[in-house]
């Protein structure tokens, strides 16, 4: 009875080092890239949009992320990756924001800069150069180069932002506007939205890499699998508890 029990407790053992070592592989060819818009203190935070994170969350995440030893990439170092040039450490992880949102500047990376974090903020080129105060202008992005060297800034399309349904001229131009006020050669599609034809022109402007994104898109980890061009994002909502926080940077899908 004994000798049945300590074969049972065996075989248990090896199927839970099986399956952990089966995680950490297929986790080898992953990465998380988390995608933020807004970030306000909660006292303020009263719209009620979850893609608001409260900076108090925001702050709890990056904590869970130094504690837990990960290491926030830079878009170089993703793609240098991505194109198996160079090897990832174990944890990593690519934290971004869209739209370019003042409060970014104003309540996240100083955050960002506490815990000596790297992150990207895809702006776009229209709301930049439009000095509406919701949005960091050409100004204020100038100041984040200075203050931020950990804040990268790339491209969210110049004028594409509710205006996807163009050409490929039009993509081209677009663009190639956007790369002469922000020299960058990464790209995020506004609110995931791609075609060929997108794609395509995204190439022939001389972008090397772009990221989908969007709540009807498929939210997953990117994999070394995934086409440049096509880089899936994981959204992280105002509503997203830490334990499920955890869990998606942990599972290997
Ligand atoms: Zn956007």
Redesign the pocket.
Same mark, same amino acid.
């Given at each position: 009875m004994k000798k049945k029990l300590l074969i049972l407790l065996c075989i248990l053992l090896l199927l839970f080092v099986g399956v952990i070592s089966f995680i950490l592989i297929k986790d080898s060819h992953k990465i998380a890239i988390l995608g933020y818009?807004s970030v306000m203190p909660k006292e303020i935070n009263t719209s009620g949009d979850m893609l608001v994170v409260d900076r108090e969350k925001f702050e709890d995440e990056l904590k869970l992320l130094k504690k837990l030893g990960y290491k926030t990439m830079t878009l170089d170092e993703y793609y240098c990756w991505k194109n198996k040039e160079c090897k990832k450490k174990q944890k990593s992880v690519l934290i971004t924001f869209?739209?370019g949102y003042q409060n970014n500047y104003e309540y996240a990376y100083d955050l960002l800069k506490k815990y000596n974090m790297n992150a990207v903020v895809f702006c776009?080129g229209a709301y930049a150069t439009a000095n509406d105060e919701i949005h960091m202008n050409m100004e204020t992005l100038d100041k984040v180069r200075s203050e931020y060297p950990n804040i990268e800034i790339a491209s @969210?399309s110049y004028d594409m @932002?509710y205006h996807s349904d163009k050409t490929y001229e039009e993509v081209i131009e677009d663009a190639n506007k956007m790369k002469e006020i922000i020299q960058t050669e990464y790209y995020a599609y506004?609110?995931g939205d791609y075609t060929d034809e997108y794609i395509k022109a995204l190439k022939d402007s001389g972008y090397k890499m772009a990221f989908t994104f969007g709540p009807k898109k498929e939210h997953r980890k990117s994999d070394l699998k995934d086409d440049n061009y096509l880089v899936p994002r994981l959204n992280i909502s105002n509503d997203m508890p830490l334990w499920k926080f955890i869990l998606r940077l942990l599972l290997p899908m």
């Open positions: 818009h869209d739209d776009v @969210h @932002h506004p609110f």
